[in-house]
């Protein structure tokens, strides 16, 4: 599963049609601008913990949504376990970091919205579309940018490990 | 403050006892004056004072229409409520029922931080902290899918706003208004979307499908 194919996919369903678009399309484009930054960071973890390309696949579905919510509200909102803070001081100044954590965040939620949340006001407009694809659009970005970083990589392991740093 | 005047109007109304009617009268000076004591208080077309359709815009067009309908009721019964006098046992279970309705169609608007998340808010849009393309704000307070409390905001922004410039309003704003609740004791995630003004038109007469 490509990442980037995902994000085009969205960008794709959110201009179709002429007019007023259809809800499943708004919905299933920002399901997949969700999804594409999931298997972004998954896929990027994986690579790091294995150079076996068949194990990766497997580590890949060991990761959580909600546990990954978690891990990235904690960066987003810079609230970080003393222990990690002192290996990678760096972690606490990386606003790019926060806002990659930040857009994981919304972009779940909005997923959910968009998959089980079918309640009329609860619907999307295409604008509403369009940012929740900007803003996963922008995340990748950004993440290209940092993604070599010792934050970005401690990050990563949040991902697949917060919620048990403390033991 | 007109739906923060509906909104306590209708919570106090529906707690006020057992919805009983109490009058005291008070002679004086050789005319009868009424007094009404707390109990019957919700039984004024004062309760849903404020009341304004459009502010309940995460209701469907339906809902928003029975909700009127529903305020409107109770206010003529209220109005035919003589003040001199007791409202009769058929006024009160006649004026129950509507009031009742009306307040388990609000109840997201009950949640106890909202006034508090709405008026922070009120107050951030009245101090310039949004750009000048954002007409108005939609809100909805309550827990998220994993059940963290959270606030949903909606820009309403003009049709002509260009999206990067909407997309950054989105951004500050989530941030201004996290920074502004946190400061006030309130944690909660906020969630920041969009709708242009013919979107929200659109959505309001019920066209999204």
Redesign the interface.
């Known amino acids: 599963m490509n990442p980037q194919h995902l994000l085009e996919q969205a960008e794709r369903l959110a201009k179709t049609g002429k007019g007023?678009p259809?809800?499943t399309d708004l919905r299933r484009a920002v399901s997949s601008a969700y999804y594409a930054i999931f298997h972004l960071l998954t896929q990027e973890c994986s690579r790091r913990l294995t150079i076996q390309a068949s194990i990766r696949p497997i580590i890949a579905r060991a990761f959580d949504h909600?546990q990954m919510?978690?891990a990235c509200?904690v960066f987003a909102n810079k609230q970080l376990p003393e222990n990690l803070k002192s290996i990678v001081p760096s972690i606490l100044s990386s606003s790019d970091l926060q806002l990659v954590a930040?857009a994981f965040?919304?972009l779940?939620?909005?997923r959910?919205?968009a998959d089980?949340d079918t309640?009329?006001?609860r619907?999307f407009?295409?604008?509403?579309a369009?940012?929740?694809i900007?803003?996963a659009r922008?995340a990748f970005e950004t993440w290209e940018r940092i993604r070599n970083e010792d934050a970005a990589g401690l990050f990563l392991l949040a991902l697949l490990f917060h919620g048990r740093w403390g033991r | 403050m007109s739906l923060k005047n509906f909104l306590v109007g209708v919570r106090d109304g529906v707690n006020s006892g057992e919805f009983r009617v109490i009058v005291d009268r008070i002679k004086k000076a050789g005319e009868t004056k009424t007094k009404k004591m707390k109990l019957d208080q919700w039984l004024t077309p004062k309760t849903v004072e404020g009341y304004v359709e459009e502010d309940f815009?995460?209701?469907?067009k339906e809902q928003r229409l029975k909700l009127t309908s529903n305020v409107d009721n109770f206010r003529k019964i209220a109005a035919s409520v003589r003040i001199d006098s007791p409202a009769t046992p058929e006024k009160v279970a006649e004026a129950r029922e509507p009031l009742r309705e009306i307040y388990q169609m609000v109840q997201p608007y009950l949640d106890r931080q909202y006034l508090g998340v709405r008026g922070a808010i009120e107050q951030l849009f009245a101090a310039g902290a949004f750009p000048d393309f954002v007409r108005r704000f939609d809100l909805e307070v309550g827990n998220?899918?994993?059940g963290?409390p959270?606030v949903w905001i909606?820009l309403i922004?003009d049709d002509s706003a260009d999206?990067s410039s909407?997309?950054d309003a989105?951004l500050q704003a989530?941030q201004t208004i996290a920074d502004r609740l946190s400061e006030l004791g309130i944690d909660r995630?906020v969630?920041?979307?969009?709708?242009?003004v013919s979107?929200q038109k659109?959505?309001l007469d019920?066209?999204?499908?």
């Open positions: 007023r259809r809800q909600g919510k978690q509200s930040k965040v919304k779940q939620e909005s959910h919205r089980y309640r009329s006001n619907g407009t295409r604008h509403d369009d940012a929740e900007r803003r922008v | 815009t995460y209701l469907t998220d899918h994993t963290d959270a909606w922004v999206n909407v997309f989105i989530e995630l969630y920041g979307s969009v709708r242009t979107e659109e959505r019920g066209i999204f499908e």
